[in-house]
Nanobody
């Protein structure tokens, strides 16, 4: 069974940056469109960004464009989310999954933006 392990979260001041990583077990990682999702307290989980299996196509939520970038390294079974100019509204637990959320959810990684 595929397992997803997210890491890289933490406490950061407004205006700061973080790079999240998600590593997947299994040998067929590269065939999946992968996505980053987030869930803020009291809110539904939302899709933040997606990247095609080969990494050639990406899409970031409109409100986050220019600040968030998604990338992947299929040799490492890892997908990344670079987050810049963070603000308190970005505080959430961040998860990765396929673009259709077809895999079991990992535990996520907490991102807290606060001064």
């Amino acid at each position: 069974q595929v397992q997803l392990v997210e890491s890289g979260g933490g406490l950061v001041q407004p205006g700061g940056s973080l790079r999240l990583s998600c590593t997947a077990s299994g040998s067929i990682f590269s065939i999946y469109t992968m996505g980053w999702y987030r869930q803020a307290p009291g809110k539904q989980r939302e899709l933040v960004a997606v990247i095609s299996g080969g990494g050639g196509s990406t899409n970031v939520a409109t409100s986050l464009k220019g600040r968030f970038t998604i990338s992947r390294d299929n040799a490492k079974n890892t997908v990344y989310l670079q987050m810049n100019s963070l603000n308190p509204e970005d505080t959430a637990v961040y998860y990765c999954n396929t673009g259709r959320a077809a895999m079991p959810w990992g535990q996520g990684t907490q991102v807290t933006v606060s001064s």
